[in-house]
């Protein structure tokens, strides 16, 4: 998976191919001035934060780049670095969005909590060896899930994969309520999640209770 560094380095670099800096890169994109700063990579509290896909996709266009020209920043073949022999760079593939609103009705996923049906959008997303099949992206919708994730932020969640207590989760209850949480503790009888918005209280769900539990591997922030 492409490192936090790498990905703000493949934005500075697409920056000085323009003859931008990063400042002008934003602003070039119709996006605040200060977007790509190096202070906005991370947040006080010293979480990273990630560009989100509508950024990308913008300094793409604006710049008259294709997304294997922004691959090509992150996997410098030729430049002081290479793949083993026989390997390819990672591709860009689509996987499927959905919003987190229509999460919540039937006929989305499979018994699993895999992506079933009809229905779903897609995104692009890097494909790589640790990314499973399977793996799919869900829209934030609302403030609900504030100052963590905001309205708009996409989340790639990966069902299948084992979670541990401090994974970042989406829960999808049987009633069809689906939360993005932190999972606190699970036993066979329940699961106790903790809220990513301190306004809201956390949950404690009966493991009956639940159709599915999928761990979060990457956000757009």
């Known amino acids: 998976m492409f490192s936090h560094e790498k990905i703000w380095e493949a934005i500075d670099s697409l920056a000085a191919r323009h003859d931008l800096t990063p400042s002008g890169l934003a602003r070039k994109a119709g996006l605040d001035p200060t977007a790509f700063n190096k202070s906005k990579r991370s947040s006080a509290d010293g979480r990273q934060r990630w560009p989100s896909t509508e950024s990308i996709h913008k300094i793409l266009e604006a710049t008259g780049s294709t997304i294997e020209d922004f691959m090509a920043f ?3 073949v030729g430049r002081g670095s290479s793949l083993p022999d026989g390997a390819f760079p990672p591709q860009v593939s689509p996987i499927p969005l959905l ?3 229509q999460a919540g009705a039937g006929g989305f996923f499979d018994d699993g909590g895999f992506p079933a049906g009809q229905g779903w959008d897609v995104v692009e997303f890097p494909a790589s060896p640790a990314h499973k099949p399977g793996v799919y992206a869900l829209e934030v919708q609302g403030d ?7 309205d708009g932020d996409v ?7 084992q979670v541990r207590r401090n994974d970042r989760v ?3 209850t049987r009633e069809g309520e689906v939360m993005a949480k932190v ?3 699970q036993t066979p009888r329940t699961i106790e999640l903790m809220s990513l918005n301190p306004e809201h209280p956390g949950r404690t769900l009966e493991a009956t209770d ?5 761990r979060i591997i990457w956000a757009s922030q």
Not at 144 to 150: D, G, K, V
Not at 155 to 161: D, N, Q, T
Not at 210 to 214: E, G, K, M, N, S
């Open 74 to 76: 992150l996997v410098p």
């Open 170 to 172: 989406v829960v999808r």
């Open 183 to 185: 999972l606190a503790r």
């Open 155 to 161: 989340l790639i969640v990966e069902p299948g994969a």
């Open 99 to 101: 919003g987190f609103a």
């Open 144 to 150: 609900s899930m504030m100052p963590l994730y905001r």
């Open 210 to 214: 639940v159709d599915w539990i999928a």
